[in-house]
């Protein structure tokens, strides 16, 4: 059985306690999107702000758990700075390492997803790969992604 | 009047004895849907064993068994919730699809474009979402019966709210909360008004003696799986008078008289609300559920539940202060046992996460009841909520589990 130190890492509960990003951006010029998660009631709001093709701002608004808060703000930290390109494959990384495999959900280590592109650093959103143990919790990590795709007029419906 | 023996209740529900996490299953989520006592899982299996066959149409010594199953089911149902007559007794999917079959087949047949509809804020969605479907398709207008912040009805402007009003329809006790609602009063305001009442009593049947002739109202729905029966069965009760008035909800097998390429005559009642087989194994699960409770005694019921609701609210006000607020109203006796809240700034889906290494089972989120979480001013509560199988040792098990997620959350 997975234990909550798989879901609740260090630096999970680091971003949790002090999330980054946090605020508002007014809207326009930035995009502003709401996602909700109708499981559990969480709510999310993302600002972006996409100057020169490339996310110049963002902010996070709403309230969630541990595990949506934390996605959100190493997620705003991570696409700070990149361009649309760089932002749709680190989104994709994520979100297939946030599938779940059949080996998963037995409770084993979950391997890299193979269509994941080997070339992108997920860095600290590694810490997140655990919640793929926890099934329920896999729409709290991946809301805030979503939502950002929503607010870059993405289609979202790749989980 | 006799005490509910839970050591002995306990005993009766086979999924207690199974251990989860290394340790008991500790089960406080009977508002989301209650355990099953080995009587009702015998008669399902029973049935399935030695009478299956389809109802009304056989000839057969097996085809009047089930029939007998189904409509013996019926009239217990009728009698524990004191209706008059078992044609009142409507089998639906659901709670849902009784309340929405209310909507679209009496609403859409009674209702037009400026009729007013009354809920209240503490609804449950299943009593929101049909009606904001008639809002859109008819134009009724929706009223909204505000909530105070310890979780009773505000009935100041009741009398403005119901004027002209076609419909009110309301929980007789919130899924959130356990406030129990003035059913009666509501009731007859509603038909002071012209209104019909329509009463959600989903979380009240399994909990509390429910009498819908004394209630005065029109329709009344709940669902079977949380009263000890199986999913998959839900109950709309109506006055045979309504239910004369209301045209059929789904349609075509079983619920016909007969069926020309011109047309169709309904079936009489309750039969002209059942389309195709009805969930027979379902009904005769029910059935046992209504006299596995009659056994248990209703009175013994609720007087188990207050005193185990009233040791909850003391204990984890004890243990935890001011770290812990339970929603709802702070009396006892003026709720059920639903305990929905929220501690210090720890999300409730982190909270029952913990729990869950406890094996303690609670429910986190909005409880679809989303207007009332706004009210309340928070996004999502922990609700654990009780039944005849609980004791204080369950309760303690929660308030070691909140202890738990507490310190794992502070470091």
Known sequence: MPGLEDLYREIILDHYRSPRNRGELSSPPATRVEGFNPLCGDEIVVYVDVKDGAVDDIRIGGQGCSISQSSASMMSAAVKGKTLAEVQALTRAFKGMMSIHEHALDGEDADDPSEVDSEVKLGDLEALRGVVKFPVRIKCATLSWNTLLQALGEPTASE | MHRLDVAAVKKEFPILEREVHGGRLVYLDSANTSQKPRVVLDAMARYYERSNAN??????????????????????????????????????????????????????????????????????????????????????????????????????HLDRLVDGAKVVSFAAMSNVLGTLLPVERLVSAAHHAGAIAVVDASQHVPHLTTD???????????????????????????????????????????????????????????????????????????????????????????????????????????????????????????????????????????????????????????????????????????????????????????ADAIAAAAAFFAH
């Not at chain 2, 679209?104 to 804020?121: F, H, I, M, P, Q």
């Open chain 2, 55 to 156: 109802v009304h149409r056989g000839t057969y010594l097996i085809a009047e068994e089930a029939t007998a199953g189904l409509e013996g089911a019926r009239a217990k149902v009728a009698r524990f919730i004191g209706a008059d007559h078992p044609r009142e007794v409507l089998f639906t999917k659901n709670a849902t699809e009784a309340l929405n079959l209310v909507a679209k087949a009496w609403g859409r047949a009674n209702l037009s474009e400026g009729d007013a509809v009354v809920l209240t804020e503490l609804e449950h969605h299943a009593n929101i979402v049909p009606w904001h479907q008639l809002h859109d398709e008819l134009g009724v207008e929706l009223r909204w019966i505000p909530v105070t912040p310890d979780g009773h009805l505000d009935l100041t």
């Open chain 2, 212 to 398: 819908v002739q004394a209630w005065g109202a029109d329709f009344a729905a709940f669902t079977g799986h949380k009263m000890c029966g199986p999913t998959g069965i839900g109950v709309l009760w109506g006055t045979t008078e309504i239910l004369d008035a209301t045209p059929p909800f789904l349609t075509g097998g079983e619920m016909i008289l007969n069926v020309t390429k011109e047309g169709f005559t309904t079936n009489e009642l309750p039969w002209k609300f059942e389309a195709g087989t009805p969930p027979i194994a379902e009904a005769v699960g029910l059935g046992v559920a209504v006299d596995y409770l009659e056994g248990l005694g209703m009175d013994a019921v609720r007087e188990h539940e207050v005193a185990l609701t009233a040791y909850a609210l003391r204990s984890l006000a004890e243990r935890f202060g001011d770290d812990i607020v339970v929603h709802g109203p702070p009396e006892p006796v003026e709720r059920g046992g639903v305990l929905s809240f929220t501690f210090d700034d720890l999300h409730p889906h982190d909270l029952t996460q913990v729990f869950d290494e406890h094996g303690v089972c609670v429910r986190a989120g909005h409880h679809c009841a989303k207007p009332l979480m706004r009210v309340l001013g928070v996004a999502a509560t922990a609700r654990a909520s009780l039944y005849v199988y609980n004791d204080e040792a369950d309760v303690d098990a929660l």
